[in-house]
C-alpha cells in the first residue's frame, strides 16, 4: 500500500463542504481555530494513551502546535506533535463523517445560512472548514508507535476526491499545509495569525508556537527568525481564577469543547474542595443538538485527572436528562489509568455527579428567578431548547424532583397562548378562593388541549388550567403528585371533584338532576355495556353535550394512544 491511492469523498462530505465553503465565509477565521483544536486533541490523545504506553513518546515529550507560514509558497502549516494518523485512520477519518445522525443533519440543512452554520458546529466537522480559505490541502502525519517510513501524505483541493500515499515522516504528528485560495493573502502575516490565535484560541493549555520576527533595516521588512515563542497562555483555562478568565475567554472555551459555533447561554466554573476535589467548568448551550432525543448519545462532558485528559463524553458524570451540559471535570482524587468501567463504580464520580447536578439546577435557577429581564429571557431559551428534557429528571432524579419541579413551564389558559412560560408558582399564584387543586388538561397538541370539553366548566369558573402537550407529560406526572402540597389533577379524570369552587345551591341542583335522568343513565349502560365502563351525569361541559373520560386510576386516553403508538 505505499504507491499513491486516489479516493472519494463521501457523499455527505462532498456535500458539506460546498455548505461550509459558502455558509461560513464570513466567518472564515475559525478555520485556525479548528485545526489548533484538533491539534490539541492529538496531543490529548497522545498524553491518555502515554499513560499505558510510556514509549509513544518517542524522545519528544513536550506536546505543542507550531503555526509558520510561507509568503512564497503562500502556504500556512499547522504542526503538531500529538497522536498522528495511520494512513487507515487519515482515509476514514479525514474522507468520512464519522458521527452517527448525519442523514438528519442533512435533512436539518434549511438553506438559512447562520443557522446552518450553528449546524456545522455541532456536527464537529472542523477540519473541513480549511477548505474556506485553502484550495488544497496536504496533510502529512504519523501515528506515534509507528516506524519513520510508515507516514503518510494526505491532499486534497475539496472537490470530489483526495489522495494518500506513504512518505518518510521522521517526527510523530500531524502536518497540515494549507494552500491558500486567491485573495486570501492577508493572512499570510505574523500580526494577523497571532491575533486570530489570542482571540479563538487563548484557553488551549498546549503552548502554541510562532516564528519570532524582527525588523530588518536593511531589507525594510520584518524577516522571521529561527526562534520561536509561545503565544497563547498555555494553560487550562479552567485551572485559572475565575477573576483572570474573561466572558470572552470562556465563550471560546464553550466552542472548543462543544464543537458550537454560538456562544453559551450560561456557565458555572467551581473549584470544590472537601471530601472530593475536583474543578468544574459547566455550560449551558444556547439551542438543542440535532441529535438530544438520541438514546445512544454520550454526554458532553470531559474528565480530565490532574490537568491529563482521560476522557471525552463522560456519561457518568452528569444524569442523562442534563445530558445537553458541556463542559470539563477535572479530578485530584482519581487514578490517571481510569477505565468506564472503573467510573461506574466510583465513589468520586458519584460525588461529582451529585454536585454537578446540583450545579447546573442552582445555575437555572439564577436564570429563572432573577431580577434582569436579559437573564430570565435565557432561562425562557433553556425551557424552549431543553424543557422537555429537563422534564426527564422528575422521574429520573428522586433527590432533586422538587427543584426541577420549581422549574418546569408550561402553557396555560391563563395566557392563551402555547408559551410554555407558567411555573406551578406562578399558577398557584393565582388560585381562586377555596381552589386546593392544581388542573391540568393533557392532550396531543395545543389546539387539542385548548379545545378540550373538559375545560368548559373551568373557563365557565374563571379557573386556570394548564396546557400539557408534551410527549413526556403524563410519564413525567406519573412521578409529580403534588406541587406544594397540592394535588396536580387531571380535568378529564374520573368525578370531577371541584372542591370549593362548587357552592351548596350548585351541589343540590346537581343532585337534583341526576336523579332526573337516573333512567336515562340506566338505558344507556345497559346499551353501551360492551364499550363503557360507567355512564354518569356530568357538569363539567357547558357546550358539548357529552365527553369520554378515564377512570381515576387507569391511564388517560391521551397516554393510551402514545403507547399504542410506540406499540406497547
Ligand atoms: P472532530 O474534531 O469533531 O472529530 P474534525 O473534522 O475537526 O472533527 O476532525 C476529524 C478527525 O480527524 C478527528 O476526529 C481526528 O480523528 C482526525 N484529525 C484531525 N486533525 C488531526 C490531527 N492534527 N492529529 C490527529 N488526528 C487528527
Ligand atoms: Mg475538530
Not at 342 to 357: C, V, W
Request: overall charge negative.
Amino acid at each position: 500500500v505505499s504507491e499513491k491511492q486516489t479516493l472519494g469523498f463521501q457523499a455527505e462530505v462532498k456535500q458539506l463542504l460546498q455548505l461550509m465553503i459558502h455558509s461560513l465565509y464570513s466567518n472564515k477565521e475559525i478555520f485556525l481555530r479548528e485545526l489548533i483544536s484538533n491539534a490539541s486533541d492529538a496531543a490529548d490523545k497522545l498524553r491518555f494513551e502515554a499513560i499505558k504506553h510510556g514509549e509513544l513518546l518517542e524522545n519528544d515529550p513536550d506536546l505543542k502546535i507550531k503555526i509558520t507560514y510561507d509568503k512564497a509558497a503562500r502556504t500556512i502549516t499547522i504542526s503538531d506533535n500529538g497522536i498522528g494518523m495511520s494512513r487507515e485512520e487519515a482515509i476514514e477519518h479525514l474522507g468520512t463523517i464519522a458521527k452517527s445522525g448525519t442523514k438528519e443533519f442533512f435533512s436539518r440543512l434549511s438553506g438559512d445560512q447562520q443557522k446552518d452554520a450553528a449546524l456545522i458546529g455541532q456536527f464537529g466537522v472542523g477540519f473541513y472548514s480549511a477548505f474556506i480559505v485553502a484550495d488544497r490541502i496536504t496533510v502529512e502525519t504519523r501515528r506515534a508507535g509507528l516506524p519513520a517510513n510508515e507516514g503518510v501524505r494526505w491532499e486534497s483541493a475539496g472537490e470530489g476526491d483526495f489522495s494518500v500515499e506513504s512518505i518518510a515522516k521522521p517526527a510523530r504528528g500531524t502536518d497540515i499545509i494549507l494552500h491558500l485560495r486567491e485573495g486570501e493573502d492577508e493572512l499570510l502575516s505574523s500580526w494577523k495569525l497571532k491575533s486570530i490565535i489570542r482571540k479563538y484560541s487563548d484557553h488551549i493549555s498546549l503552548p502554541i508556537l510562532m516564528q519570532k520576527e524582527e525588523w530588518d533595516e536593511d531589507k525594510k521588512e520584518n524577516v522571521i527568525k529561527d526562534e520561536f515563542e509561545t503565544i497563547n497562555q498555555a494553560s487550562a483555562l479552567w485551572a485559572r481564577n475565575r477573576s483572570e478568565v474573561t466572558a470572552e475567554q470562556y465563550n471560546e472555551f464553550y466552542k472548543h469543547v462543544a464543537h458550537d459555533f454560538d456562544p453559551p447561554l450560561a456557565y458555572t466554573h467551581n473549584r470544590v474542595e472537601g471530601r472530593s476535589e475536583y474543578t468544574q467548568l459547566l455550560y449551558i448551550p444556547a439551542h438543542a443538538p440535532f441529535d438530544l432525543w438520541d438514546r445512544n448519545k454520550r454526554g458532553g462532558l470531559k474528565l480530565y485527572v490532574k490537568r491529563v485528559f482521560i476522557m471525552d463524553d463522560a456519561e457518568q458524570l452528569m444524569p442523562v436528562y442534563l445530558r445537553f451540559v458541556k463542559g470539563v471535570i477535572d479530578s485530584a482524587d482519581l487514578p490517571l489509568n481510569v477505565s468506564r468501567e472503573i467510573l461506574q463504580e466510583s465513589r468520586d464520580i458519584k460525588a461529582m455527579r451529585e454536585g454537578s447536578t446540583k450545579r447546573v439546577l442552582g445555575l437555572l435557577e439564577e436564570l429563572a428567578n432573577s431580577d434582569e429581564q436579559e437573564q430570565r429571557d435565557k432561562y425562557a431559551t433553556f425551557w424552549k431548547e431543553f424543557g422537555q428534557v429537563l422534564k426527564e429528571g422528575i422521574g429520573e432524579d428522586q433527590t432533586n424532583k422538587e427543584r426541577i419541579a420549581k422549574l418546569l413551564r408550561f402553557a396555560s389558559t391563563h395566557n392563551d397562548n402555547d408559551v410554555q412560560n407558567v411555573s406551578f408558582a406562578e399558577y398557584l399564584g393565582r388560585v381562586k378562593e377555596g381552589q386546593d387543586k392544581i388542573y391540568y388538561v393533557a392532550a396531543e397538541s395545543y389546539a387539542a388541549a385548548k379545545n378540550s370539553p373538559h375545560l368548559e366548566i373551568f373557563r365557565k369558573k374563571g379557573v386556570e388550567v394548564l396546557l400539557l402537550t408534551d410527549r413526556v407529560d403524563e410519564w413525567m406526572l406519573s412521578f409529580l403528585q403534588d406541587f406544594d402540597g397540592k394535588e396536580l389533577v387531571s380535568v378529564a379524570k374520573g368525578d370531577l371533584d371541584l372542591g370549593k369552587l362548587e357552592d351548596e345551591a350548585e351541589k343540590k341542583q346537581h343532585e337534583e338532576t341526576e336523579a332526573q335522568y337516573k333512567d336515562l343513565i340506566e338505558k344507556m349502560k345497559t346499551v353501551l355495556i360492551d364499550k363503557a365502563k360507567d355512564v354518569r351525569v356530568t357538569f363539567r361541559l357547558t357546550d358539548s353535550p357529552s365527553c369520554l373520560v378515564a377512570d381515576e386510576h387507569e391511564l388517560s386516553g391521551n397516554l393510551l394512544r402514545m403507547l399504542k403508538a410506540a406499540g406497547q
